[in-house]
């Protein structure tokens, strides 16, 4: 028989797993653009994939810096990309990798400066958040990009209950958001809830 903690480090490994396959896929996404893409406007409102880039970047170097304790803003402030912009978002990926892959990284604390400025949140929960993102952003790149994006269908079970869970209200609406308001849509498509739930509309196109 399985016993409750049995069942909760299988849950624990696989956001984890899901979370890893969402942020691959991100890197997958990334090494196609180009100098010329950076100018594309993307699904996010008033970015260009340039800015897109730049906050991812600086949200994989501030998880990573929360997961070990460490609660200034520093890690989340945006870096200049370089020359190779899709080595330098590569290089912020695997480090955020890295640090989720510690031991006991669930069971921490995270102090995450940019959600809260006293709050600690539960190590499982600040993974959800880099998680959907990163599903969230991987269709970003791609809609801005104009290609393809998929994910197995375990990945996306596991982030709609994550991305329904988000407030909506008047969170949605002020300066700064992280997502607009929740925007109708149509079919079957999981993904395409996802991102709608989250306030982009699926049939987004540059």
């Known amino acids: 028989m399985t016993t409750e903690t ?10 984890l797993s ?18 010329a893409d950076l100018r ?28 070990r304790g460490v ?11 370089g020359e190779d912009p899709a080595a330098d978002y590569r290089a912020a990926a695997e480090h955020v990798l ?27 929960q600040a993974v959800g958040f880099h998680f959907i993102d990163y599903v969230v952003h ?12 998929v994910f197995d269908a375990e990945v996306l079970d596991a982030a709609r209950p994550v991305a329904a869970a988000v407030p909506g209200g008047s969170i ?4 700064g958001a992280a997502f607009a308001p929740e925007v109708p849509w149509s079919g079957s498509a999981a993904l ?9 509309a699926p049939d987004w196109t540059n």
Do not use: N
């Open 138 to 149: 991987s269709w970003d790149v791609a809609k801005t990009l104009g290609v393809a994006v």
């Open 172 to 175: 949605r609406t002020a300066p």
């Open 6 to 15: 049995e069942t909760a480090r299988a849950v624990a490994s696989d956001l």
């Open 71 to 81: 609660g200034d803003h520093d890690p989340w402030k945006p870096r200049r990309l």
């Open 98 to 124: 890295a640090a989720f892959a510690e031991p006991g990284v669930l069971e921490r604390k995270f102090p995450l400066p940019e959600f809260s400025p006293t709050h600690l949140f539960p190590g499982a």
């Open 192 to 200: 395409d809830e996802i991102v709608a739930l989250l306030g982009r």
């Open 18 to 35: 899901h979370h890893e396959a969402a942020v691959r896929t991100s890197i997958e996404l990334v090494d196609r653009v180009t100098g």
């Open 40 to 67: 594309k406007p993307t699904p996010c409102a008033d970015w260009t994939l340039h800015g897109l880039l730049t906050h991812m970047i600086a949200q994989h170097y501030g998880f990573a810096a929360a997961s």
